[in-house]
């Protein structure tokens, strides 16, 4: 899990960039709206949460589930130098709107990773090794290249990739097919999802307790709120830390090694 845990959040070599580019909306997730480009009015001098223990209580349970998979410490540090946007005004512009493309990159990486890491998708290693590679010289490009990328046809061309991944991994035995489905608020509760193809699917607020969800593929499932307690979501295909933040569980909730159990979670 190096590479893995090499595409995580370091905050501390970042300069706040979430908190400054990206908007957000007044909702249950956020306690007030903020325009792109508009310092959060919980950010510090120094670039650090003043409310960060205590976010979930305050109204901001959308900035707990967030991972910017390292892009913000990336951009910072690499493409910018180490510069910061409150000494060098300069850079803000070009800086928050790199930022979105950086994290949809670094996600890739994160999803190829995972899919290398496989033993049963072997084949496609040589693929997968090739693509990791292209993805990753992308990262090193410059502002105004990131910019200008076409971040939704990077995905496409990876996305084929992932899917035979995903096939590979899952194998052969006949398993649920939900892609896209829409199973917000449904009652899952001890269903056998084995490798079940769950992408892009809408579990939000579903009931998934002691579901069994091993080799699943949940690339891009919606899982707010969903309820994970006792559920097995070992080798889980290309789940991501903020869909875990943003899902329930509790100490009995199975994930897959190099995820994190979310400090909410009880």
């Known amino acids: 899990m190096v590479q893995q845990r090499e595409l995580r959040a370091d905050c501390a070599r970042c300069v706040g960039l979430c908190c400054v580019a990206l908007p957000f909306s007044a909702s249950a997730e956020?306690?007030?709206?903020?325009?792109?480009?508009?310092?959060?009015?919980?950010?510090l001098a120094d670039h650090s949460c003043g409310i960060h223990t205590r976010l979930r209580e305050s109204g901001f349970s959308g900035c707990t589930v967030f991972d910017c998979f390292g892009a913000g410490q990336h951009l910072t540090q690499h493409t910018f130098g180490g510069a910061s946007w409150r000494e060098e005004p300069g850079v803000a512009g070009p800086m928050f709107a790199a930022f979105p493309v950086m994290r949809g990159l670094h996600e890739l990486l994160w999803y190829l990773t995972d899919a290398l890491e496989r033993t049963d998708t072997a084949p496609l290693h040589q693929a997968l090794r090739a693509r990791l590679d292209e993805v990753t010289a992308l990262t090193e490009l410059g502002a105004e290249e990131l910019t200008a990328l076409d971040l939704n046809a990077e995905r496409a061309q990876t996305g084929d990739l992932l899917g035979q991944a995903s096939r590979l991994a899952r194998g052969e035995r006949p398993s649920p097919e939900h892609r896209g489905a829409d199973l917000m608020g449904r009652s899952l509760r001890g269903a056998d999802l084995r490798a079940a193809n769950l992408r892009g699917a809408l579990l939000i607020a579903a009931d998934a307790r002691d579901a069994d969800l091993r080799l699943a593929?949940?690339?891009?499932?919606?899982?707010?709120?969903?309820d994970l307690r006792g559920a097995n979501l070992t080798g889980?295909?290309?789940?991501?830390?903020?869909?875990?933040?943003?899902?329930?569980?509790?100490?009995?909730?199975?994930?897959?090694?190099g995820l994190q159990r979310p400090d909410h979670w009880h």
Do not use: E, H, M, Y
């Open 236 to 257: 889980a295909l290309f789940l991501t830390q903020p869909q875990v933040s943003a899902a329930r569980g509790d100490d009995t909730t199975r994930l897959p090694t």
């Open 217 to 226: 593929d949940v690339l891009g499932a919606d899982l707010r709120d969903a």
């Open 30 to 43: 956020f306690a007030v709206d903020k325009p792109a480009g508009t310092p959060c009015r919980n950010l």
